[in-house]
Structures are given as C-alpha cells and as structure tokens.
C-alpha cells in the first residue's frame, strides 16, 4: 500500500447546533452605488457548502437584496435567538461605504449613500448585536470594501491574536474575517471559478473560503477538522495569489482556543503521507497532476472501484455536492406540497396487472449467476418475486435499488400520486445513501428527478440531453472544482440514476422514441413514471421496454383516507370533519369514499374545507351526489381558489382567482365548443375575429412606413423616389406603401394555415406538397422592388413568377438520405431555382434604369437571398415532433426570423440604392429599410406573433389576460394544465367540464342588451 492510502476517518465536530445567516446584495436603488455580481454566486455558493452535513453541517438562511429594515430586523432575530453552545456565523457581501467620520456602513438594497446613518447597517450597531448574543462562539465574515473598518472599531488587534492556538476542542469568542483593510477595495471576479457561459464570478476572497472548505485544502494540518484560522490562512493566501491590491484581515475578540468551522470531506491524513499536491488542489484547475491518481473512467462500477479504498476525487466530491442540492431541491418541493405535513397520504403499490405493458418479471429481477446490467445497491438485498410485488415507498426504493435490469414503471392514473410518489423515492434514495460511508457511497448513483420538458430523443441522446440538464441546473458542476466536464463524467460513469417524469405529457411519436432510447443507450438506472393508458398506447406502438418491471399505484384505501384527514384538524375535530371521517368508515363504498380514493381528491378537501369546515357538510348533505364523478367535480370547482391563493390564506396581486376563474372558465368553455380538449396557442386566432388583427397590422405599417418617410425625405438625407425628395411627397408614399404591405401581412397571417407544416394525430408533423406562405413572402418581395425600378405591371408579373415558384420548391428535398442533417446538404440549404426566380427580375430591373454592373450585382444579391430563404423554410426531410408549448413558441419565433431576413434584405437592397445616396447614408437606409420589411414578414408568418394580437384583443373583452403564454405556463406549474406534445390540456377532464358549464350559466346570468 502506498504512503497515500493512509486515510484517517474525519472527526466528527464539537456538538451543539450551528447556525448561519448568509447574506449578499447585488442590486442597489441608489445611482451613486453600481450594480455588483459576485454576492449572489457568493450566497448560493457558500450555503451550499455550509449546508453540506459532511463539510460544514450548519443551518443556513440566506438573504437575496433584502431591504435595509428587513435586514435589520433579520440579523437582530437570528442572533437574539441563539443558545450558549451554539455556533453562529453571519456572512455580508455587498458594497461597504465608509462616511467622513470613518465609520462603515453595509449598504442593503435601499441604501441611500448620502444617507447612510438612517439606511445603512453600522458597524457597531452589528458589533453590539454581537456582543450581546449569547453564543459563546461566534464568526463574522465580511466581503464588501473597506471590510476591515470593522476590526479597527473592535477591541482586538488586527492580525496580533491568531485563531488557531490553544485547546482541540470548541473554542470560544467573536471571531472576524474581512476581506480586505480599512482603505482598501474587495474585488468580484475569480478567475479559477469561471464558467464558458458567461454567468457571474465569486468574489476573490469568498471564492477562497468555498474552494478551501469544499475541497479541505484549507485542512492544512490534516486533522479532518478546518479551524476558523485555518480558512482565513487559505484564503488570503488564495486572495494574494490572486490580487496584491487586496489584504484579507482576522481578529479575535474576548476569545480562546479553536473554533471549528467545518470538517474536511475528504478526510484526516498523516502528515508524512499526504500528496505535496494536495494543499494546492483549491488554488488550481482540476486535472492531472492536481489529484493523488486520476481514476480510468471505462464505464460503471469500474472507476468506483478504484478509488474506493482512497480518499474521494472532485468527481465524488461534485456527486455529493450534486446529492445535497437534490435533497435540499426535493425537500423543498415535498415541503410545498405538504407531502409531510399535517400527515403523508400513505403510497401504496403492487405490480401491474395490466396486460402487455412489460416483460416478465424474471427478466427485471436478473439471475446473479448470469451477467446482468446492474448489481443491487450497497446495503440493499437483490429484488426478488416477493419484495417486487407490492409495498410502499421503502419496497418501492428496495426495487429500484435492488432490481439487476435497473429498469422501473410506475404507472397511475389521473390524480393518483405519481409525480409526489417520484418525490418520496427520490428522498428515500438520498437518505439511504447519506447514510451510507465513503466506500459505499461512491458506489451509489445520485438520484435525479427531471420532467421530459424540453428532450427531443429524435435529435438528442439520452446522455447529452442529461448531462446538459445537470450542467444547467447546477452551475457548480461546470467549475474547475470539479472538472468543467463534471456532468458528463457523472453521466457516462453511471453516477447517475433518472427518474422521469412526465412521460405521459410526450407525443405519442416521442414516447416510443424515448424507450428507444432508455432501451439502447441508457448506463445508468431509470425510473419512469406515466399515466397507464399512455403507456400501453406506447407499448403497443413500439414494444415494452426489455427487462422493465411495470408497477401501479393503487387507490388510497379508506382507513387511510380517514387518517389523513383525522390529521389535518384540530383535536377534537370540529363536528362536519368528524362526520366525514365518520361517514367514510360506515359507508366505505359510497360515492363520497369511492371519491377520496386519490392523493388528489384528499388534498382537494384538506385545502378547500381547511379554513371553512362548514363546507364539509355540503359533502355530507343527503341525496346532492349520486356519482362519485359529481363529487370530483365539487372538489375540483375549488382547485382554482386554492392554486391562486397564498399559504397565509390571502390572495396575491396578480392571478387572483376571480380572473383567473373566469379566463380558465373561458377556454374551457372554447375547447368544449369545439369537442377538444387539446388548446393549441397556434390555433387560438380562429377564437376572435380577424378583420380587427388584419387592421392593426395595416395601421402598425402605415406608421412604421410614415415614420421612415420622415426620416428619408428629410434635407438631410436627400432620398429620391421618381425624382421627387421632399416631405409632402414621401409620407404619404410609403405611408401608403406601408398600409398596403401591412394589411396584406395581416392577411397572410390569418388565412394561413397554422404552419408550414401539417400536423397529425400524435403531434408530429408531416411536411407539404407546396408552402403557399413562403410563396406569398416571396411575392410580396420582388413585387414592388421590381415595380420601383422599372413600372408596375412588370414588377406584378415578377411577383406571381417568383411567389410561385417559391411556393413549389419550398418543400422537402427527395432522395436524401435519412439522418441528413439541416445544413448537411446544398440541396437543402440553398433554393437555386426559387433563387433565380427573383434575382432575374431584379437583376433585369436594375440593368434598365442603372446600369449592367448594378444589375449584375443586384440580381446575384436577390438570388442569394430569397434561395437561402426558401432553404431555410424546407422542412427536414424526416418528420419532427414538437416538444412542449414553451419550446414550440421558441422554435417558431426561430423559424420566422429567419424566413424574415431574405425579404428584408433583398427590398433593403433595392430601395437604398435606388435613392441615389452616397457615404455613411446608403447603408443607414438599407439596414432601417430592411429591419421594417424584416419584422413585417416575421409577424406575417409567425403563429407566436399572431396568437400575441389574440391575447391583446380577447384581453379588451377580459376574456384572457394580455400575457396569455405566461398565464398557461402558470397554470401548467400549479397544475392546473397539463401539455402533451406542443399543446396544453385540462389536467382532468371533469374539471374542463366543469368550468365549461360554469362559463355558459354565467352568459345566461349576464342581462340583455
């Protein structure tokens, strides 16, 4: 054994609680104080640590930009409630101001500089706060300028008592680190910790303290333990490695001995073995050379074992570190949901009796004497028959951990729980590997819980869509701590275990491309959880997943029900619950308890009735429910009521219920009319009139088109049309001009189909035979860049000419081969005929009134542009599924700002030059030129734009509010909504119903007119 496997287990620190408050201000309302960066990464990145159990093991509230009396009120809150043997840390990054008297002043978000006796936090108003608490250890850290100001103002010296001396045990006293003297600048920005996206840096000094607790560099005398001292030494010397304009300072007041700040992960070790590397790894990019021996990296389990009996790499680092923020991510989430409080609704499950949704289940459970995918996890016995049968949340987790295909379904129906039972095993998964130790539990993949949202397996694999979701909801996985490509590393050596929501919200096309993809390519474990008759549609369309184990979630039994609801009260319960609760045991197979048979149903009641108990007794009332759907229909109608309604009972500002109600009552109400259930936003402009959108595009181009008059016929510029240069003659001109391509934009918009491609049952698309809409583009065009040149006749005729060929060669390009990507192909890129349908016209055009060169050039420029236009509006050769709403509204704003450019270029082109202009003026006009026609021809062929005036116009009737988008996508997170491929739907259809009926008797309230 080598000198480097000598590794001491990490102590464990002094007892008692530890708390901290963390505090940082980036945005400031006063001019005179810059907007800074680094305190939010510092915050979230220094909670992070803090909060770890295995480094700093403190309970942290962070503060984002709180005003300077919230702040006030906080720090004296947080440090009046603390016990004699408790830690207390309290960290301040922002901007520090110093006034004439010498004093420093935090400055908080409303700091007023001129002001800051009266809206700034003193330091000796916070050094008396400290003083007066009764923790017996306490730790300042401030990271703003002149930092040290503090310390001059304390009763200590600066750098005269180090921390570090004296007894191994707790320490004691009020212990300050700053991150720079009295008169000096705290700098933002360490270089070590950037990113390749552009997000912002820690500051130097806070970027020291992360790097040296989170990678225990700063345990330089190799105890497990870091000491206040020792982080300070770690820092400063990070900060000077780093800025020589920046001094770090320490003081101890009234204090003796250590106080112990955190532990070192990775840790103790003798001193005679540790690698000389090691005190440098916080300072230094990860890499060769900067760890004892980079682990191979062949594949799952392999590079386990080989650090299994050494200390831990920044890559278990970033997995643990990746484990906490998913513990801390879903705790939040199940805490939200109430999924613990007042009492859990039980989960319950067995395996599926459902016929043809998964193969045996001797093909999940693996034989150990044959090769298998996966072994059971550490401290978990291997799935049999038996313990896959049935359970709960501990049987579900003992499946997933110990099933040797690491292939699970979960399947449910409407309400039943699925995405709260995807929280509850994610949790048991990461309690079981907390509990676990280092040998083990780099052993054990970080379980994550993601919605398909936004995965297109058709263009993505599996492995690249998950290590770029990882790297994009935890920045810290992207730093030189780990290794930039941490996330990937996770991915590709299983260090990762996915659970997958939302699978039922996928068009029919992409489930199955889904599987395919888990079948084919997955290395780590998988979870899936759907909606039962979308997975056997599924299956029956592309075959079960090989060696998944298919399990359903069974109803809430009645004693179940009753418990929970015993919970939610008061004891004794007030007398509608215990006639609930009552009723639920003597008819156990009525309607109401057929009802509250689902985690939805009893949360409906728990929320709806909490603060009225009286409106039990509707529940109650003889003969009002013959049906158990009549009673989801009452529990749903108070769903909207309590999803806009805060958890202090009161109603916020904006999405109050009564509107909200009444816009959802609306659409509900529309799909009901139309016998849909599927709201698709590009579709929405068949709901209101289109004369009134087709007359505000016209009047938006006039004044568009007049307003460029003004700036073209001005004396300044001298732009000439039919030798004519003045004012009265170009508004009026292209103010016309504007209305005529206005209202024809309008047309275009509305009496288009609602893509250029059609659209099947399943969501997907299939491309047409001819694109009239790009055909129209087109003609719109060349129509009156020709006809300005030469006359109108002509230029009409070119129009037709190039519209129409346009429109044909617009379409798929045959004879590819499959897979041929979007730019793979000249074929596709570039429309040489529909090119050359409009460059000729033009270029003809321009030889007639100015000269063969000037035709030449404008004729090629013409047919660059409109044959790149019409390449890009080709479909892919092969059928393509849109994801969800949110990504289909990006894709087709994409889509129309490109098909917009050609058009915009090409009548840029035209009408600059031929307004004899020289000098700087000849490109001002062609770019402002070409930007109107460019936005027109975009809000011409672009379904988002148009669904945007539909919102406007129905929002006048308060039918929808104005940001219509942003509404849906809200009441998809309440969920209220679900999406299934690019459209929205009622997440239950008895409550689509419901409103809907609502609606109408609401138009026959209404008087008459």
């Not at 000198?3 to 287990?9: K, L, R, V």
């Not at 013959?626 to 009521?641: N, P, S």
């Not at 005529?740 to 049952?761: H, K, Y």
Request: proline fraction near 7%; charged fraction near 20%; hydrophobic fraction near 45%.
């Amino acid at each position: 054994m080598s000198g480097f496997d000598a590794t001491i287990p990490t102590p464990e620190l002094p007892s008692g609680p530890r708390s901290a408050l963390v505090v940082g201000t980036t945005a400031y309302q006063d001019p005179a104080l810059p907007p800074l960066q680094s305190p939010a990464v510092d915050v979230r990145e220094l909670t992070s640590v803090l909060a770890d159990p295995r480094i700093g093991g403190f309970r942290v509230k962070s503060l984002d930009d709180p005003p300077v009396q919230e702040l006030r009120e906080r720090l004296e809150n947080f440090l009046h409630d603390r016990e004699p043997q408790e830690l207390v840390l309290v960290y301040l990054s922002g901007h520090g101001v110093r006034d004439l008297r010498g004093r420093l002043f935090y400055a908080a978000k409303d700091t007023r500089k001129n002001r800051l006796a009266s809206t700034g936090v003193e330091d000796e108003w916070l050094r008396r706060l400290l003083q007066e608490c009764r923790s017996r250890q306490k730790v300042l850290i401030l990271d703003c300028c002149f930092s040290g100001a503090f310390i001059s103002g304390a009763k200590a010296g600066v750098d005269e008592l180090p921390l570090g001396l004296g007894a191994a045990d707790a320490g004691r006293g009020l212990a300050i680190l700053t991150a720079s003297r009295a008169g000096e600048y705290a700098f933002e920005g360490d270089s070590s910790a950037a990113v390749d996206d552009g997000s912002a840096l820690p500051s130097v000094f806070t970027a020291g303290l992360v790097h040296g607790l989170a990678t225990g560099a700063a345990d330089t005398d190799h105890d497990g333990l870091v000491s206040v001292d020792d982080a300070y030494e770690h820092a400063r010397g990070h900060v000077q490695d780093r800025n020589g304009e920046q001094n770090p300072q320490r003081s101890l007041i009234s204090g003796e001995g250590r106080i112990w700040l955190a532990r070192n992960p990775f840790g103790g070790r003798g001193a005679s073995t540790l690698p000389p590397e090691r005190a440098r790894i916080g300072l230094q990019p990860s890499g060769p050379g900067t760890w004892v021996q980079p682990p191979p990296a062949p594949g799952p389990g392999i590079a386990v074992a080989a650090r299994a009996d050494g200390p831990q790499s920044p890559l278990d680092l970033a997995a643990d570190r990746l484990a906490a923020a998913m513990s801390l991510q879903r705790t939040k989430t199940a805490t939200q949901r109430l999924l613990y409080s007042p009492a859990p609704i039980p989960v319950r499950w067995r395996r599926s009796v459902a016929r043809g949704v998964a193969v045996p289940i001797a093909a999940a459970l693996g034989d150990a004497r044959r090769a298998t995918r996966f072994e059971p996890l550490p401290g978990v016995t291997a799935a049999d028959a038996t313990s896959s049968a049935a359970g709960g949340i501990p049987e579900l987790f003992a499946v997933y951990a110990g099933l040797r295909s690491g292939r699970v379904i979960v399947l449910g129906g409407p309400g039943r729980g699925k995405s709260d039972t995807a929280t509850l095993t994610v949790l048991e998964a990461l309690k079981h590997r907390a509990a676990l130790d280092v040998a083990d539990r780099v052993r054990v993949p970080v379980p994550v819980l993601l919605s398909v949202e936004g995965w297109d397996p058709a263009r993505q694999r599996l492995s690249d869509w998950l290590a770029v979701r990882l790297a994009a909801d935890h920045r810290f996985l992207r730093s030189n701590v780990y290794g930039r490509d941490a996330a990937v590393r996770l991915v590709e050596e299983g260090r990762i275990a996915l659970f997958l929501d939302g699978f039922d919200e996928l068009t029919l096309g992409l489930r199955t491309a889904v599987l395919h993809q888990i079948d084919q390519y997955a290395t780590h474990r998988v979870m899936i959880f759907s909606r039962t008759e979308h997975y056997e549609e599924t299956v029956r369309a592309c075959g079960p997943l090989n060696g998944a184990a298919a399990l359903e979630l069974l109803p809430v039994t009645r004693d179940d029900a009753a418990a929970f609801l015993a919970h939610c009260q008061v004891e004794p319960a007030p007398e509608p619950w215990h006639r609930l609760i009552v009723h639920l045991g003597a008819e156990p197979d009525g309607p109401l308890a057929n009802a509250l048979d689902s985690p939805l149903t009893l949360t409906l009641v728990r929320d709806g009735f909490r603060q009225d108990p009286a409106g039990v007794q509707e529940l109650l009332e003889p003969g009002r429910f013959a049906t158990r759907d009549e009673i989801v229909a009452h529990l749903l109608d108070r769903l909207v009521d309590i999803t806009y309604r805060d958890v202090s009972g009161k109603v916020p500002s904006t999405d109050q219920p009564e509107p909200a109600r009444r816009w959802l009552c609306y659409l509900a109400a529309g799909l009901d009319d139309r016998r849909s259930s599927a709201l698709d936003w590009r579709l929405l402009h068949q709901w209101a009139p289109r004369l009134p959108r087709i007359a505000a595009f016209g009047a938006l181009g006039m004044l568009a088109a007049a307003l460029c008059g003004v700036a073209l016929f001005n004396p300044a510029v001298h732009y000439r049309v039919h030798g004519r240069n003045d004012l009265a003659f170009g508004v009026p001109y292209l103010g016309l001009l504007g209305l005529l391509f206005g209202l024809a934009a309008g047309a275009v918009n509305e009496f288009r189909a609602s893509s250029e491609r059609r659209f099947t049952p399943s969501g997907e698309t299939r491309p047409r035979r001819t694109n009239p809409t790009i055909g129209l583009v087109v003609g719109l065009a060349v129509t009156p860049t020709v006809a300005n040149l030469s006359n109108y006749w002509f230029g009409l005729l070119a129009g037709l000419a190039a519209g129409g060929t346009a429109a044909v060669t617009a379409v798929p390009v045959r004879g590819l081969p499959n897979g041929t990507g979007w730019w793979a192909s000249l074929r596709v890129r570039f429309a040489l005929v529909a090119g050359g349908a409009a460059g000729l016209p033009v270029g003809l055009a321009f030889w007639y009134e100015r000269s063969l060169a000037d035709g030449l050039w404008a004729g090629c420029v013409s047919t660059l542009a409109i044959g790149l236009l019409v390449g890009a509006t080709r479909p892919s050769p092969r059928a393509r599924s849109l994801i969800d709403p949110a990504t289909a509204w990006r894709e087709d704003l994409r889509r129309a700002a490109v098909l917009a450019v050609g058009p915009g270029l090409c009548l840029g082109l035209a009408w600059g030059f031929d307004g004899n202009l020289d000098g700087l003026r000849l490109p001002a006009v062609v770019l402002g030129i070409a930007l109107l026609v460019s936005l027109a021809c975009m809000a011409a062929v672009s379904d988002s734009c148009r669904t945007t005036l539909v919102f406007l116009q129905l929002s006048r009737r308060g039918l929808l509010p104005a940001r219509g988008m942003r509404f849906l996508a809200k009441a998809y997170r309440h969920r209220l909504l679900r999406a299934e491929g690019p459209v929205y739907q009622f997440r239950h259809a008895l409550l689509q119903k419901k409103l809907a009926q609502e609606w109408r008797e609401s138009l026959r309230l209404l008087p008459r007119q």
